[in-house]
C-alpha cells in the first residue's frame, strides 16, 4: 500500500512541477497528464501521481486529522486534548 500526500502544484515546467507540501516546497515528477498550476495534486515518492478536488482534499484532512490525534492519544493526551492538538496542526498546514 503507497500513501500519496495532497499537495497544491505552484509551477509546471515540462516533466516537472513544484510543488507546495503546506510549506514545504519541492520538485517532483509530472506522472499524470494535464497538470495545472493551482490545483492539488496527488504525489507519492517525488511523483505525481493523481489530481483531487476540494471534496476529496477536505476528506483526506480529516483522514490526516484522525491520524494526528491518534497518534497525540499513543503520547498520553487525552482524546479532547488529542483533537484539539490534530486541529491546530492542520491549520498550521492549511495557512502555509
Same mark, same amino acid.
Given at each position: 500500500?503507497?500513501?500519496?500526500?495532497?499537495?497544491?502544484?505552484?509551477?509546471?515546467?515540462?516533466?516537472?512541477?513544484?510543488?507546495?507540501?503546506?510549506?514545504?516546497?519541492?520538485?517532483?515528477?509530472?506522472?499524470?497528464?494535464?497538470?495545472?498550476?493551482? *490545483?492539488? /495534486?496527488?504525489?507519492? %515518492?517525488?511523483?505525481? $501521481?493523481? !489530481? =483531487?478536488?476540494? #471534496?476529496?482534499?477536505?476528506?483526506?484532512?480529516?483522514?490526516?486529522?484522525?491520524?494526528?490525534?491518534?497518534?497525540?492519544?499513543?503520547?498520553?493526551?487525552?482524546? *479532547?486534548? /488529542?483533537?484539539?492538538? %490534530?486541529?491546530?496542526? $492542520?491549520? !498550521? =498546514?492549511?495557512? #502555509?
Amino acid at each position: 500500500m503507497c500513501w500519496g500526500v495532497p499537495a497544491k502544484i505552484v509551477k509546471v515546467e515540462g516533466l516537472y512541477a513544484h510543488v507546495d507540501f503546506g510549506g514545504v516546497k519541492k520538485q517532483v515528477l509530472v506522472g499524470v497528464e494535464d497538470i495545472r498550476e493551482g *490545483e492539488i /495534486a496527488v504525489v507519492h %515518492a517525488g511523483l505525481i $501521481i493523481g !489530481k =483531487i478536488d476540494e #471534496k476529496s482534499l477536505a476528506e483526506n484532512l480529516e483522514f490526516y486529522r484522525e491520524v494526528i490525534a491518534a497518534n497525540f492519544m499513543a503520547e498520553g493526551l487525552s482524546s *479532547e486534548e /488529542a483533537r484539539k492538538r %490534530a486541529e491546530e496542526e $492542520i491549520k !498550521k =498546514i492549511l495557512q #502555509k
